[in-house]
Structures are given as C-alpha cells and as structure tokens.
C-alpha cells in the first residue's frame, strides 16, 4: 500500500507581501480559525505535519496580486524550491479575448497548468458570456486547464460547461470542491450530465465550506464515484481552508478510510492528480 499523496488543491498564503484583498480586507470570511488559517506556512512544514509522503502539490491561486498573479507564480517558484509542484493562475476567464490573450502571456511560467477564475453563485453568469468560450478555445489550443468553481446545481451554467466540455475536447475542465453540493438532488443530476464528458474531471475536497453531514458527504463521494469512475477523481485538502473543522493529517486519513480498495487509494490520492497536473 503506497502511503505517497499528491495534493492538488493547495493554497499557500504570503500575507506580508501579498494582497490578498478578500482574506484581509474590510470583508474577511467568517470562518472558524481564520487566524490559524491565515498562519504562515512553509512547504517543509506542511509535508512534516503528515504522516503521508506529500510527494508533490498543485498550487491555487489565492489572490496575492490578481493585477499581476505573474507576482505569485514568482514568489512560489522560491517558496516551494525543494518540492514538485504545478501552479493554477488567474485570468478572467469572460474578460475580452485579447485581454485575457495578452495576460495569459504574462503568465508565461514553466510551472503554469491552468487559469481558475471562481464563478459562484451569481457570478456563475460569467461563464454564459461569449468571451468565455473564446478564452476557452484559447486555454484549448495552449494546452492549459480549467479550473471550474462553480455550483454544479446551477443548472444553466453545468449545461453550458458540458457544452463547452464537448465542442471543446481537446480543453481539460477540472471541477473544484465537488462542484459546491448543498441541493443533493440537483447537484446529483449536474454531476450526471458533467461526467458523460471525458475531459472534465473533479476534485473531492472543500467540505469545510459546505453545510453537509458526515453521511451526506459519504454519499457524495459515492455518487461521484459511480460517475466519474477512480480515473477522474482525486482527493484535494484546500489547505489551509480544511483548517476551518480539521487538520491536515486527519482530512488525509478521512480521505483514506472512505475508500474500499489500495487501488481507489492510490489513484484518487496520486495516480490521477500525476496524470492531469504532470506534478
């Protein structure tokens, strides 16, 4: 049994030097354990706080600078030196397409996969905008992924993402937090439509965020199993977030004991995040 994890939903936060406006600005998260959450953490600290091997890991943008993210992708390339990672940036995915061209050009980073620009709730309508599909068509053709924040229940926009999911196959779409379940019933049939795709794949992770139980995450991850099947699923802490109810070592064990087999272990915990990400 392979004890080696790959986490790929990671935030690591630089409070002294970035922004990071929606943290520690005039409208802060009520969260449980913001301090604790907003503590700096090293990459060396993280890997000691697991009794996992974390042998690898997919930085999320979180805001350092999102007029300049090329700002944080430099300042992860000295913060994480001594271990394998890869980095999501920010783009406005519904910004004109020559805007976002031009600063996707300035993100240009031999660690960059991905640009993630969170549209929840009613910002879920940026995802309708002609523009979206344009940036898209570009994220496609540089081989870039996507990675889609958005409430899976939100009927409208899970059809236009499976749209764009099939006029774009060569695109990879990557659901972040389980596609933020909270109306099961519907969320289940937006899982349903997104996982007859085979270039969209899902993260199980940002539970502290939602209001479900124990049985009803149990349940979740069942049906995105039935689904989505062991090959486009992959466990993600969303640290330091996961903080807000639990550390990182126990999210990891959690995450263990709810699978029935080595094999789903392995491939949800690192087989899948070394596949999609190249971490």
């Known amino acids: 049994m ?20 929606w943290l520690q600005g005039a409208n802060p998260p009520a969260w ?38 090329i700002n944080e992708l430099n300042w992860l390339s000295s913060h994480l030196k001594n271990l394998p990672f890869k980095a999501i940036s920010y ?82 779409i990557i659901i972040n937090h389980a596609g933020l379940p909270s109306n099961l019933n519907t969320w289940q049939q937006g899982v349903e439509l997104l996982a007859q795709h085979d270039n969209i794949a899902i993260k199980f992770s940002g539970f502290e965020l939602l209001k479900l139980t124990c049985e009803q995450q149990a349940a979740c991850f069942n049906f995105i199993f039935n689904h989505f099947g062991q090959q486009r699923i992959m466990f993600a802490s969303n640290f330091p977030v996961c903080q807000i109810n639990t550390s990182y070592n126990n999210l990891w064990h959690n995450y263990k004991a709810i699978c029935s087999s080595n094999k789903i272990w392995h491939n ?12």
């Open 2 to 21: 392979s004890l080696k994890i790959i986490d790929p939903h990671v935030h690591f936060l630089n409070l002294a030097e970035g922004q990071y406006s």
């Open 32 to 69: 449980p354990n913001l301090d604790k959450i907003k503590q700096p953490v090293s990459a060396e600290q993280l890997v000691k706080s697991t009794d996992f091997e974390l042998a690898g890991l997919v930085h999320i943008e979180a805001g350092f600078d999102n007029t300049s993210p």
């Open 91 to 172: 783009n406005q995915i519904d910004s004109p397409a020559d805007q976002f061209t031009h600063c996707l050009k300035a993100l240009a980073h031999s660690n960059l996969c991905g640009i993630r620009d969170i549209t929840e709730g009613s910002d879920a309508k940026r995802l309708l905008d002609a523009n979206s599909f344009k940036n898209l068509i570009t994220l496609s053709n540089t081989q870039l992924h996507f990675e889609a924040q958005f409430d899976i229940e939100n009927s409208e926009i899970t059809k236009q993402v499976a749209y764009y999911a099939k006029q774009l196959p060569q695109l990879q």
């Open 268 to 279: 949800l915990s690192y087989t899948n995040a070394k596949h999609y990400y190249q971490v």
